[in-house]
């Protein structure tokens, strides 16, 4: 359980920083 709770904040992790990635890229595009 703890090990899916630790992918799981990973792939958070990493989707947010994408996601963040890519409003910064439409912002700047702006």
Do not use: P
Request: glycine share 6%; charged share 15%.
């Amino acid at each position: 359980m703890a090990l899916s709770f630790f992918i799981l904040f990973i792939n958070y992790k990493i989707g947010g920083q994408t996601a963040f990635r890519a409003l910064f890229l439409k912002s700047k595009n702006k």
